[in-house]
């Protein structure tokens, strides 16, 4: 019977252990479903610089062959060329600046998880808790009995004399 409470015991612990290692622990489920999130929100991040990059792309390759674009982008800065005929209008400005947005710089957060430790200690704790209540149980059905000091005396005209064991 003490093997079995034992057992019992360091069983309920491990198992204990491993699922709290598994649903919380530093490659559990909980941490995984964190690292998810940052990897999705990661990604729409890198979409977006995507896009941007396209747009970039495709404005130079524009610049580099197309002669109307580059005359249009010309007008824009004020230039005119032969044959044409500049007329401004005051209060517009002549020049529409566009600034590309270069995004956002995106930090990972910090993944929560128990340690190994924290893991390893509640896997011990269940161990003496149960290892605690399965001795009491027994001891309370009465498969475990502690030693009792029996003290001998005896009983010499009304006076109780005590054996005392001399050292």
């Known amino acids: 019977m003490k093997r079995l409470r034992l057992l019992s015991a360091a069983f309920a612990g491990t198992l ?51 002669a109307s674009v580059i005359a249009a982008h010309a007008r824009r800065l004020g230039y005119v060329s032969d044959g044409e005929i500049l007329v ?35 896997g011990f704790i269940i161990f003496g808790l149960l290892y605690i209540v399965l001795l009491l149980g027994d001891f309370a059905r009465g498969r475990i009995s502690l030693p009792v000091r029996k003290r001998r005396f005896t009983v010499l005209n009304g006076a109780v004399v005590y054996d005392m064991q001399q050292n």
Not at 22 to 33: F, L
Not at 92 to 121: H, M, W
């Open 88 to 122: 401004k209008i005051r209060g517009l400005s002549s020049y529409q600046n566009t600034v590309k947005d270069p995004g956002f710089a995106v930090e990972e957060g910090e993944i929560r998880y128990l340690s190994e430790r924290t893991c390893k200690s509640i």
């Open 16 to 66: 204990c252990y491993v699922l709290i290692s598994v649903c919380a622990g530093r490659y559990g489920i909980w941490a995984q479903g964190q690292l998810e999130e940052q990897k999705r929100i990661l990604s729409i991040h890198e979409a977006s610089i995507e896009r941007i990059h396209n747009e970039l792309f495709m404005e130079k390759n524009a610049l580099l062959n197309d």
